[in-house]
């Protein structure tokens, strides 16, 4: 069995993130895998609370029970859901809530994906289509009335890539192809916008091969996996 290594761009904040209600970056699927398990996201934490990340698949379960294209929506701990009938509770290492929506995304078009506080106890997570001025909300999730706003300042964020059909059983065999995807995300903001990060660091996960990168891009941070190797022909 081989585990691919995934990429990372931790991002860290100034003290004026303390706290935010907001948090919203672009992303643009650049080379489309293909109906495969990968997870483009971004994950932060919250003051006083557990984990959570909003992102992009490439082909999985959605909330509606088919089977496709999707925006996920994810917060460990939290205590329940709205804005999307088919949000529901589950277990991964520990308990959480997830709304797993519909969203028919295309290649080389720019998203924003944003997650903001409507109210107290009370997190929406969005991704707007900005070419086409569509804006769709992929579910709301409701956490602890002890928690506060993000933990940016503290904790920092993540953005990364997973291809998480490598964590299954069986997982990737020794010489099989990893599918190969590479995709953009913008800088992230804060609060509305008003607050940029104070700075990042590009890194590849724990595995094996060499066909994982993430580097600059201007503005943002291209992120790569499953790099074919030189002179060979990629059907993609």
Partial sequence: MVRPRGTYTWWRWPAAAA??????WDLTVLRDPGPTTYFWA????????????????????????SQGRLAVF??????GCGDNPGCHPGVEGSPF????????????????????RLRAGWWRASVADLAAGAQ?????????A?????????RGSAMWVEFYAANAPGGVAAGEPVPHTRVRFGTPAADGGTVA???HANCLGEGEGDDSRVGDD?????????????????PR
């Fill in 74 to 79: 994810s917060v460990w701990s939290a205590v």
């Fill in 136 to 144: 769709t909300t992929v579910g709301s999730i409701q956490v602890p």
């Fill in 146 to 154: 002890s928690w506060g706003g993000l933990d940016l300042a503290a």
């Fill in 42 to 65: 971004h994950s932060w934490c919250f003051q006083g609370g557990d984990v959570g990340y909003l992102g992009l698949q490439a082909h999985d379960r959605r909330d509606d029970g």
């Fill in 218 to 234: 201007g503005d943002g941070v291209l992120h790569e996996m499953g790099i074919p190797p030189l002179g060979s022909l990629d």
């Fill in 97 to 116: 809530w997830t709304c797993r929506l519909a969203y028919r995304w295309q290649p080389g078009r720019v998203y924003r994906l944003r997650v903001d």
């Fill in 197 to 199: 990060p104070a700075g």
């Fill in 19 to 24: 706290g935010a209600s907001s948090l919203a």
